[in-house]
């Protein structure tokens, strides 16, 4: 049985935008990572956003699962969710990322600023826009 690793993302959809995160490797990724052995997914994703981040977030839905290509032949499996920001927006990059930024929906490609944004990633974007919201999503 070929098993992957698990790496749990969060989209974060605020006032029209998706909360990104540029890593070291020049690519815009989700906030997120991996599960600690005691975790469920949603407590991983809570925990991994704040770290990442410094945001508090609800987590919602399962929007979409996917293999990523980390690197040449090293795969990772994405679960994403969709996530309701609680609190302030203010993001503020850890370690783990060079670049924080909320990116306007409107904006979203397959590069954005001149760096790559994964297509696993956009397309779970896509599905997070494509779920009913309303202004009482986000709790403040």
Request: one cysteine or more.
């Given at each position: 049985?070929?098993?992957h690793?698990?790496?749990?993302?969060?989209?974060?959809?605020?006032?029209?935008?998706?909360?990104?995160?540029?890593?070291?490797?020049?690519?815009?990724?989700?906030?997120?990572?991996?599960?600690?052995?005691?975790?469920?997914?949603?407590?991983?994703?809570?925990?991994?956003?704040?770290?990442?981040?410094?945001?508090?977030?609800?987590?919602?839905?399962?929007?979409?699962?996917?293999?990523?290509?980390?690197?040449?032949?090293?795969?990772?499996?994405?679960?994403a969710?969709?996530?309701?920001?609680?609190?302030?927006?203010?993001?503020?990059?850890?370690?783990?990322?060079?670049?924080?930024?909320?990116?306007?929906?409107?904006?979203?490609?397959?590069?954005?600023?001149?760096?790559?944004?994964?297509?696993?990633?956009?397309?779970?974007?896509?599905?997070?826009?494509s779920?009913?919201?309303?202004?009482?999503?986000r709790?403040?």
């Open positions: 049985m070929n098993t690793p698990v790496s749990v993302k969060g989209i974060l959809i605020d006032q029209g935008h998706v909360l990104l995160l540029l890593n070291e490797r020049g690519e815009w990724d989700l906030p997120g990572g991996r599960p600690d052995a005691s975790e469920d997914h949603r407590g991983a994703l809570k925990r991994e956003v704040r770290e990442e981040a410094g945001l508090e977030v609800e987590v919602g839905a399962l929007l979409d699962e996917h293999l990523f290509e980390v690197l040449p032949g090293r795969f990772v499996k994405i679960v969710y969709g996530c309701l920001l609680v609190g302030a927006s203010a993001a503020t990059p850890s370690y783990e990322h060079v670049e924080t930024r909320w990116v306007p929906l409107d904006e979203l490609g397959e590069t954005i600023a001149g760096h790559r944004l994964p297509a696993g990633y956009l397309g779970a974007i896509r599905q997070a826009i779920q009913p919201r309303t202004p009482s999503d709790v403040v």
